[in-house]
């Protein structure tokens, strides 16, 4: 088992404000009984009270905590500090498992090897079916109102949606979130945005257009080519169980973690991680859910090489569920390295082809060869060139490029990041041949 970088350690964290005091942690002298296997690693940390707190960590596929403080927190101060003790070669390896850890590992596997509790069966596909229509025929309701609505908007001009803000679209997205149709009311959600920058009315236009032209490709449904039909249903918002996702045939590979991007949308709290399959050349997402303070899931982090099935969601996105997991560890440089990069034209390219097959997508993976450029005026967005000269935007960073400026040299070096159509969203720059590791700290 290869020692866990302290970057992947820090990502695990579940909120900003744990980081802080689990660095304090583990530099004090609060340890003892620690020790760690290929399997697991564990410790006891002195607080406040006087029986220290028990904590272990399962270092398998996928990692699992356990402490005995009353944190709800997963992973608490006292895994994350135990973790990093070990990153810096604190923790010495020993033969078998502690006591207390050995204990909390058999009840774990113990209930892994139950399995989870097998779905009931549908009694009364007619029922089923009678459900589904009734979901259709609300969906075709809500879609009926906005289109009205959306006719209006055109009718009426944009003149007066910077003064309405964010209450205009919200109120039509409620009616779509009652129709049953979440994926319009999150399009609508997202279009006040725009309206904090210069040329929003074209951006605004664009949006409501692709609104426009969801609506009618959703009532040729029956008519349209079976990915295309899946795109459509996905945009709306129809569900896709994940039992029947895992059910299709799975990918199996190598899958490199390159980035990933956290956001909070209506209380809603979501991670996006971004996936390369090293053998098979394909792109995944993986895509994760929580409410706001629950804690989202840190099972994958950029940086992690992860041997696994994936398994895809119909059409044509990336959107993949983690099936079986084989290994799951730190990659060796020369495998980051020796992925492919693509130029500007080639990325363009991909895009187009991705919004011919879906026209809503609105961004896409992409890992390029290039270096940071100065703005082109004076409080301008920073920009990449690639070995073309070829120039785009970088977007969404908080803060100046310094450190990718220092790691690049001058030179183009392999970033991966977020395209869209007004730019790339850096996420992490990859590991070369000449020794640079793995980072995701791209501004200042």
Request: hydrophobic share 45%; proline share 8%; net charge neutral.
């Amino acid at each position: 088992m290869s020692v866990w970088a302290r970057e992947r350690i820090l990502a695990l964290a579940p909120d900003a404000a744990s980081v802080v005091p689990a660095q304090q942690l583990a530099r004090a002298g609060r340890w003892s009984d620690t020790g760690c296997t290929e399997r697991a690693l564990w410790g006891r940390c002195q607080g406040s009270g006087r029986t220290p707190y028990q904590t272990v960590v399962d270092l398998g596929p996928t990692p699992a905590y356990a402490c005995s403080c009353p944190s709800r927190k997963l992973p608490c101060k006292h895994a994350l500090a135990l973790l990093l003790r070990w990153s810096g070669g604190q923790v010495a390896p020993v033969p078998t498992e502690a006591g207390f850890a050995a204990e909390w590992l058999r009840a774990r596997s113990a209930r892994s090897l139950s399995g989870p509790e097998t779905p009931a069966a549908v009694v009364d596909p007619e029922a089923a079916a009678r459900r589904a229509a009734a979901r259709a025929d609300k969906v075709n309701a809500g879609l009926d109102d906005l289109e009205l609505w959306l006719h209006d908007q055109i009718r009426s001009g944009l003149a007066g949606v910077e003064r309405a803000g964010y209450a205009h679209f919200d109120r039509v997205a409620a009616r779509m979130v009652d129709a049953q149709a979440p994926g319009l009311a999150t399009m609508l959600r997202s279009i006040p945005a725009e309206l904090a920058s210069d040329g929003w009315p074209a951006r605004v236009l664009e949006r409501l257009a692709a609104l426009h032209l969801l609506v009618r490709a959703h009532r040729q449904l029956d008519t349209l080519p079976a990915e295309l039909a899946a795109n459509v249903r996905s945009r709306v918002g129809y569900p896709v169980a994940k039992a029947e996702v895992l059910a299709q045939p799975g990918v199996r590979d190598h899958w490199m973690a390159l980035g990933s991007v956290d956001t909070v949308e209506y209380q809603l709290e979501s991670r996006r991680v971004w996936l390369y399959g090293t053998s098979s050349g394909r792109w995944a997402l993986w895509l994760t859910f929580a409410a706001p303070g629950a804690g989202l899931d840190n099972a994958v982090v950029p940086g992690q090489l992860l041997h696994a099935d994936l398994h895809f969601y119909p059409g044509s996105g990336f959107r993949a569920v983690l099936g079986e997991e084989l290994d799951a560890t730190v990659p060796e440089p020369a495998t980051a390295a020796a992925l492919p990069t693509e130029d500007f034209a080639e990325v363009v390219r991909r895009f187009a082809g991705l919004l011919a097959r879906d026209p809503w997508a609105s961004r896409m993976p992409a890992l390029v060869a290039a270096a940071p450029a100065a703005p082109e005026r004076p409080a301008g967005p920073w920009r990449l060139r690639d070995a073309a000269g070829h120039c785009v935007d970088l977007l969404g960073l908080q803060g100046d490029p310094w450190p990718l400026l220092a790691r690049a040299g001058g030179e183009p070096v392999a970033i991966f990041g977020e395209w869209t159509r007004e730019g790339l969203r850096p996420l992490s720059v990859l590991p070369d041949r000449h020794g640079a590791t793995f980072s995701t700290a791209l501004a200042a």
